[in-house]
């Protein structure tokens, strides 16, 4: 008999002798289970092993990995049977993420283009129709937008969604307009045109260029693609009358693009810490 087995009847038993807590939700405990197996060493786990781990019958293990992969707190490891901690479970641990060592590598850098520039600059990956921050940095600008690591920028509407879309496979950028149009969530006419246009001119830039006039705010952004589709994106961006449009395309844009590049290995030696 497996540990998993053996340990589900006595975990039973312990909660009908238990006087019952009305107020404590065990479904959602469980849930926190799975979660919980996840670690350093255990990047990567199968529902077998978080049986397992947690002593909970395979079927309920099934439902709670389904629910908690629709939820984005886990995800499919691209080409194995495994599963490993989801974009909504970084945002939700935006602090701890901050002791990891790739992001402490990659801050400085960061903060460094933000200096340089009296702008914000951020690094964050998708999360739905969202980029969801994983760090940010911001200059000595006169413009504090009120955003930190963890804030959900739209993916249609802003220069870090327009680079994650410019860099998927046509197949993928295809189904996400469509079910953004379906929605209402890819904007008019004009700004549906305006990603169209940065995207075709992403592979000549190497960065997508994003104006709000509306806000005098311009921004761009780079995608840093890693392998089995995996892609973060970084982006600079701040007042108008600091960043006009020639420097943004001349020198902040490919400033950035360089940065891009710079983090393509941080990040991927990341994965493996």
Known sequence: MSRASSRAPKQDATEESAEPDRQFVTALARGLDILRCFSAERRMLGTTELAHLTGL???TVWRLCHTLQKTGFLAAVPGKD????????IALGGSALAGQEALDVIRPMLQ?????????????????????YLLRCQGNSPL????????RIPLFHSAIGWAYLACCSAEERDALLQEARASGKAGDTAEQQAIADAIALYPERGFVYHERPAYQINTVAAAIDLPAGERYVVSCGGPAALLPRALMLDEAGPTLQQLARELQPILLMGRHV
Do not use: F
């Not at 200096?115 to 690094?123: E, G, I, S």
């Not at 504090?144 to 804030?151: A, C, K, T």
């Open 57 to 59: 019958a395979q079927p």
């Open 82 to 89: 495994k599963l490993q901690l989801g974009i909504a479970a």
């Open 112 to 132: 460094a283009l933000a200096d340089r520039y009296q702008v914000a600059v951020a690094l964050g990956r998708r999360d739905g129709d969202s980029i969801v």
């Open 144 to 151: 504090l937008m009120n955003l930190r690591v963890g804030s």
